[in-house]
């Protein structure tokens, strides 16, 4: 089985997906859709489960520094249930806290451009959240 995971912002969504072991986390896409135009972004997860027969799905919950669920997290836990309504998958919230920005350092140790870490941040986001949740379930 396939996992997917998921770095949700206000106009991008960051995808990766697992190789059929569950134990190496591979960027897909950065979706980008109108500003807060999440239907747009469920359409687009519910074409990778309906493709790949996704089961599961590891969706970043973005917390506070103090551990508290703000705006960005109560989006993703609503998301997470309009997924789960729409097809028969669980989703798994995981903490996402500086996800994104250990993807910003990484590309910019990669010496990527400007223009590349733009395109690539969500995508690696999504998949240092999934690679943490494969890893951390192979233990």
């Not at 995508?123 to 379930?137: G, K, R, V």
Request: proline content about 1%; cysteine-free; hydrophobic content about 40%.
């Amino acid at each position: 089985m396939r996992i997917l995971g998921l770095d949700l912002g206000s106009v991008t969504l960051g995808i990766a997906m697992s190789d059929s072991q569950e134990t190496i986390a591979t960027m897909k896409e950065t979706f980008r859709f109108a500003n807060e135009d999440y239907d747009a972004a469920v359409d687009r997860v519910l074409e990778y489960i309906d493709k790949y027969r996704i089961e599961k799905i590891v969706l970043g919950l973005p917390r506070h520094m103090n551990g508290d669920v703000g705006i960005r997290g109560q989006i993703s836990i609503e998301f997470k249930e309009v997924l789960e309504n729409e097809r028969n998958v669980e989703v798994i919230l995981v903490d996402e806290r500086l996800t994104t920005v250990m993807a910003q350092h990484s590309l910019t140790a990669m010496g990527a451009s400007k223009k590349t870490k733009k395109a690539r941040v969500d995508q690696l986001a999504a998949m240092t959240i999934l690679q943490s949740y494969l890893d951390s379930n192979k233990r």
